[in-house]
């Protein structure tokens, strides 16, 4: 139970951190996230703050990015409490000497179900940035993903 917990915390950590991250100049992203298919189509915060200038990023496009980081943010803040409650009270049904099955599978749901809300609320981020960039800067965006500029 203590690993899901790290787990959750290490997933969420980087979309916690967004704001301060996206405001330096990121390292190159981890070769794990560039063969996931999602990263190919949609654009982390990260990716766009450290590219703002290259792409023309308006002062409304900026703003209304960091809204939905915040928007995000408080959203997930919430859910991971949550997510802490239900696997500690998983961890408490499961250390039982006799364990009740049906019980633990539906706690297990629980956790699962606020691990797909939290992975949602991403994507749905991801999504809304997506759609507030113009069809040419998603082309520079690739065109800078595909082949960074040297620093």
Same mark, same amino acid.
Do not use: C
């Given at each position: ?10 997933? *969420?950590?980087?979309?916690?951190? *967004? ?133």
């Amino acid at each position: 139970m203590l690993q899901i917990v790290r787990r959750v915390v290490v997933l *969420a950590m980087p979309f916690l951190l *967004a704001v301060p991250i996206a405001a330096q100049d990121a390292p190159p992203p981890d070769p794990v996230v560039q063969d996931d298919p999602l990263f190919a189509t949609l654009y982390p915060p990260e990716l766009i703050m450290q590219h703002r200038r290259a792409i023309s990023l308006d002062d409304e496009q900026r703003d209304a990015i960091s809204q939905l980081i915040q928007d995000l943010q408080g959203r997930v803040l919430r859910l991971q409490w949550e997510l802490l409650d239900e696997v500690q009270e998983l961890s408490r049904i499961t250390a039982l000497d006799r364990v009740d099955l049906d019980r633990a599978v539906d706690q297990m749901n629980r956790v699962l179900d606020l691990e797909r809300e939290i992975k949602q609320a991403h994507l749905e981020m991801l999504v809304r940035i997506k759609n507030l960039l113009t069809p040419g800067q998603q082309t520079r965006l690739d065109e800078l993903r595909r082949d960074p500029p040297l620093p």
